[in-house]
């Protein structure tokens, strides 16, 4: 894949221009020469690091410059350095704005096309469905927020595994991991997770019943079982009927040898 590197002595001519039409469009925020300045070393130092096989550190310039001036130049070679990296959706999301751009000259524009060519030839095409289209939800291609319009079409994606994720409001309800071959053209759907019922919450301090100890019965006391009353009743009546018997015995001799009384258990001997 072609990387611009005829480009750097137009884009430091180019970038004087673009700041001056910033300047009548936005004369609030124009560049200063001072970054302008920056900016032209900077994409310098995104041609070297890209030479030396540093795509990911070239990347992080282009876009430094990018943030100072969008000159056609900076953006193509932002591209270059994502399809370098095997990311080809990103990649084909700048070249197509190159080639939407009025702003694009002829030689950035044939090169933009050629890219996307490169691209197709290399990769796959992948279409990411959205069961239902949740509100607000947004998906991520390795890493990726996908722009919902983009959706819609399918992607170009190079040849390999790809991590795919559905987040609704900062949750991830879906994800998926797909391999894609060159020339494939597959489809993916990620379905939202259900809505939770309404379930009242467990309070936290509810658990099992504890168990309960069991405790051997208490011995009753003597003086309220029943069996020692009987007895009790059962011998004062056998002692009462004794000392009837002795009292009708002793009416015939006309002494009393001896003299009871109802207390239960209690004889008096009399003289």
Known sequence: MRRLTAVVLAAAFMIPELSARAQESDPGAPPTEAELSAARERFSEGLALGDAGDHEAALVAYRE???????????????????????????????????????T??????????????????????RIHVRGEVEGAVVHLDGWEVPARRRLSPLRVSAGEHQLELVIDGDVHARETLTIATGDRAEVVLRPLPEPEDVPPVPAEATEPAPVEETPPEATPRWKDWRVWAIVGGVAAALALGIGIGVAAGGGGGGSAFQGDLDPGVLTFGG
């Open 105 to 126: 000259d002829p030689e950035t524009r044939a090169l933009a096309f050629e890219q996307r060519q490169t691209l197709e030839r290399l990769g796959g095409r992948l």
């Open 65 to 103: 410059v990018l943030t100072v001036v969008d000159a056609p130049s900076v953006r193509y070679n932002v591209a270059h350095s994502l399809a370098e990296l095997g990311r080809f959706a990103e990649a084909d999301a700048q070249l197509q704005m190159l080639l939407a751009s009025r702003d």
